[in-house]
């Protein structure tokens, strides 16, 4: 109906009708909000009319068809408004699935951008690395500066100081002191294809276990912590190949300077440096080679001392190493601070059972700064060192 057709009809109300259409503060012609939950019996054939013209619906017709017609539309438009309704909410619990499957959350100090957040501010509360929400991120490392994370789909991301990977991004009008940093997570490109699982990240340096148990190292190489049989560094990953034909590598953990990969065997290999006897070699020092080398060992060499025992866990602090086997739990390296779990703050350059854990069960091992942690299942949870 045209605009002045139902205006005129609107007029034709009695006085009572249009007073109570202004006295009710939700009153209009074939609102939705008005008429929902009314008894549409109660309304004069003009009304019905009225609010039918407001919807552009047929006003002709019986009383009984005028009313039919008026509580088809509004059921249509409730089934329309639930369906909207649905549609928000499903979108809204996507959106938080999205957000919270495989989310990174960040917190501390942010001078290198290791935060994620686009900036260099530091945080005291948990916050979210947007740029990392909905990919399903399932695995993270964090070293000094730097912070490298795998997704399901086995894309690896950097973010942070940034000078131990590459990432093939482009970064213009930097300052020199900030070319290295990534504000923000950033695909390392150079990876991608590899099917990496698990990244650990040390000072200078990182690896990398693929799908099929290949180990990768990058970075700085001063101690030989890459395994590449040299002390040369690379800003690409390279592929250790120095393991025995056949082997898989299952676990990589890094220190400060050194490497350490378990095999699909449970067998531990190290490399690096072995100052503080953090390789666990028993030997700390190399013969034949110039004395400022003496103690970087550049090839993956087999820790003997652990004889057949089974290693299931690994972890690496900055100078010393902690393992569980099938039988025992393990540390060697720096025993500074009581690190160690012995009862002293000797290092030792072989491993060492903690007598600790003797009767329990050890579930894993974490090896921090200047402390350790297991988690037990039998004993609860102990701690060593400072």
């Given amino acids: 109906m045209a605009a002045h057709g139902f205006l005129s009809t609107i007029r034709g109300l009695s006085r009572k009708e249009q007073v109570d259409a202004e006295e009710d503060e939700d009153f209009q012609w074939g609102s939705y909000k008005y008429l929902n939950g009314r008894n549409l019996n109660k309304l004069t054939r003009r009304q019905l009319r009225n609010h039918l013209a407001a919807r552009d619906l047929e006003e002709g017709g019986t009383r009984a068809e005028m009313k039919q017609r008026l509580e088809d539309s509004l059921e249509e438009e409730r089934l329309s408004g639930q369906a909207y309704s649905e549609a928000l909410e499903a979108k809204f619990l996507m959106d938080r699935d999205l957000e919270e499957r495989g989310s990174v959350y960040t917190i501390g100090t942010n001078a290198a951008g290791q935060l994620g957040l686009g900036d260099t501010t530091p945080r005291h509360d948990f916050e979210t690395v947007h740029r990392m929400s909905g990919i399903g991120v399932k695995h993270v490392s964090a070293g000094y500066d730097t912070v490298i994370a795998v997704t399901e789909d086995h894309d690896v991301y950097i973010w942070g100081g940034g ?28 990876l991608i294809g590899e099917e990496v699982e698990t990244v650990s990240v040390g000072a200078s340096h990182v690896a990398a276990r693929s799908r099929g148990g290949d180990c990768l190292t990058w970075g700085y190489n001063s101690a030989g912590q890459l395994g590449n049989a040299s002390l040369t560094p690379s800003d690409v990953p390279i592929v250790v190949t120095a393991f025995p034909d056949g082997t898989s590598i299952d676990q990589v953990q890094v220190g400060e300077n050194h490497t350490c990969a378990v095999t699909a065997k449970g067998r531990l290999y190290v490399w690096g440096h072995s100052g503080d006897g953090r390789l666990g070699l ?105």
């Fill in 163 to 190: 000078g131990v990977a590459p990432t093939g991004v482009e970064k213009d009008d930097l300052a020199p002191w900030e070319e290295s940093l990534h504000m923000e997570p950033q695909v390392v490109e150079t």
């Fill in 282 to 386: 028993g030997a700390r020092e190399r013969v034949g080679v110039p004395p400022e080398e003496r103690f970087y060992f550049p090839t993956p060499s087999m820790v003997g001392d652990l004889g057949k025992e089974r290693v299931l866990k690994l972890s690496c602090g900055p100078s010393f190493t902690l393992c569980v086997t099938d039988k025992h739990v393990y540390s060697w390296g720096s025993g500074s601070g009581g690190r160690l779990g012995h009862g002293d703050k000797m290092d030792c350059a072989s491993p060492r059972i903690i007598e600790a854990f003797s009767r329990s069960i050890v579930m894993s091992v974490a090896a921090g700064a200047w402390d350790s942690l297991s988690p037990v299942m039998i004993s609860g949870m102990r701690r060593c060192g400072h």
